[in-house]
């Protein structure tokens, strides 16, 4: 744990975990780091911790982490980055739970104001694979 973040997030550990299908060893070691480590990017290593939650179904977790990444600040005082951000967690929660009201109100806002970045093109694939679970919706193209 005496590693910077950088180096713990380019190491082998948590991510060969994720890889090898252990999403709540890669998440609890994540937090490990959180608590112990080098933190420089909070948001980053929550919304890890998040996904990593998601991929293993635990969706009140996953939520729970990822609510963590974003607050109205960051939307009011983030420029487009950070509005697109906030759009982005909002509406990966909004796919957790299944709520296709508020998912679809932020995929036409995006596409009005915003580019169609690599997060938007994430936003599309749950879109588009809607009916399955996190962990399949993101690998399905």
């Excluded at 973040?5 to 959180?34: H, V």
């Excluded at 609510?67 to 982005?88: I, M, N, P, R, S």
Aim: hydrophobic share 40%; charged share 25%.
């Amino acid at each position: 744990m005496q590693l910077t973040q950088q180096e713990f997030d380019g190491a082998d550990c948590w991510r060969a975990l994720a890889k090898a299908g252990n999403y709540e060893a890669a998440a609890t070691l994540q937090l490990e780091f959180i608590n112990k480590g080098k933190v420089r990017n909070l948001t980053s290593l929550y919304w890890h911790v998040g996904q990593l939650f998601a991929l293993d179904n635990k969706i009140e977790k996953a939520i729970h982490y990822m609510q963590k990444t974003q607050t109205v600040f960051t939307k009011w005082l983030g420029g487009e980055e950070g509005k697109t951000w906030y759009y982005f967690t909002k509406a990966t929660m909004a796919f957790l739970q299944r709520d296709r009201a508020t998912f679809n109100r932020i995929l036409l806002k995006w596409e009005r104001k915003f580019p169609k970045d690599k997060n938007y093109i994430e936003l599309t694939r749950l879109d588009k694979n809607w009916e399955l679970p996190y962990r399949q919706a993101t690998l399905n193209s």
